[in-house]
């Protein structure tokens, strides 16, 4: 089930995903059955409204990433559609994807990795000028002070090499670089998890900008729910590669509806939280090889019962006050008990 718009958007979604599967490996053996086979995303159905910022959360593990590669065009779905304005991806020419490639862009979590050490930041930033766009010399040599100026690099930048800068320059060269065809749609995939804490807040503040200035729409994965919690519209909670929770971002942070949403928000640290929470080391995680037959969180579940080992819940099992907000549960938390949870009392 695809989600519903939120609040202040409509019409068609930008990017719509549908019941998409990956699986790694289950290749057959040349002497007889099949290789292991995981599958790192599983029935996922999700909608990317324009001029949204999607954040996406989960464990590591949780196939965040390759839910990521597989809307770039990175990697292709084992089933299941993506459709980017209405064209399906699968059904693309070769011709098509590049015109794609334009439209959506990735900004890598490690920044410095993400860049060539042999070539010069313009050689880097001209790259996607050259086979993306139709511009000649002198409106790629245009476009690359734009991109610079876009985000506050200086033009000598130009002729330095990669490991001259800083993890901040870095990502800000890399965001330049997904800029560079003019792209609707940008994949975030951990942009700031590799940087200080005081560089974040100011990578963090140059995409919001950018976001307004080109009107673009994020998916912003992460696992640091306060970097979410400040810069997402809506968010996705994943579990073994699927769809655990979905729904406006404070709806989801004030009161989750999956026990998994729950244990993540009370596990992170944040200020004014006075209930952190960490699992027991000995809880039972699942088997990539051997998926549960029913919900994949119930072995870690307190309210699991025969109902959740047996069958797995429908996207929209339980649904929260918002029509937009709803999660793959049999056994909801209840608002009120979700709200006391994560939400310090008021002292003022």
């Not at 019409?11 to 549908?18: E, I, N, R, Y």
Request: with cysteine.
């Amino acid at each position: 089930m695809n989600q519903q718009s939120p609040p202040g958007t409509g019409g068609a979604p930008l990017l719509a995903m549908t019941d998409i599967e990956r699986v790694f490996g289950g290749e057959r053996k040349l002497f007889g059955g099949h290789n292991p086979a995981v599958h790192a995303v599983q029935g996922v159905s999700l909608d990317v409204k324009r001029g949204e910022t999607l954040g996406v959360v989960g464990e590591s593990g949780c196939g965040k990433s390759t839910l990521a590669r597989l809307v770039t065009g990175l990697d292709h779905p084992t089933a299941g559609t993506i459709t980017f304005e209405g064209q399906d991806l699968g059904a693309l020419s070769r011709k098509d994807r590049k015109a794609l490639a334009s439209k959506v862009q990735y900004v890598f979590q490690d920044p410095v990795a993400s860049l060539n050490p042999r070539k010069t930041i313009r050689s880097i930033l001209e790259a996607p000028l050259k086979h993306l766009t139709r511009l000649d010399a002198d409106g790629r040599e245009k476009r690359l002070a734009d991109m610079l100026q876009a985000v506050n690099l200086s033009p000598e930048f130009l002729e330095r090499y990669p490991h001259e800068f800083s993890g901040g320059q870095a990502q800000r060269i890399g965001i330049a670089r997904a800029l560079a065809a003019k792209p609707e749609l940008i994949v975030l995939d951990e942009p700031v998890s590799a940087l200080d804490v005081s560089v974040q807040a100011q990578v963090l503040n140059l995409l919001d900008d950018l976001k307004a200035q080109f009107g673009l729409t994020y998916i912003f994965i992460s696992h640091d729910l306060s970097v979410v919690e400040s810069v997402s519209d809506r968010v996705a909670v994943m579990y073994f590669g699927r769809l655990a929770e979905v729904g406006p971002a404070r709806e989801v942070f004030r009161a989750p509806l999956h026990p998994y949403t729950d244990l993540l928000m009370r596990s992170a640290p944040a200020p004014g939280r006075h209930n952190l929470m960490s699992e027991d080391a000995a809880a039972e995680l699942p088997d990539p090889y051997n998926p549960p037959k029913g919900c994949a969180f119930a072995a870690r579940c307190g309210q699991a019962t025969s109902l959740c080992l047996a069958e797995k819940p429908a996207p929209d099992a339980a649904k929260g006050t918002d029509d937009a907000h709803f999660a793959a549960c049999h056994h909801p938390l209840a608002p009120a008990e979700a709200v006391k949870a994560n939400v310090a009392p008021d002292t003022t």
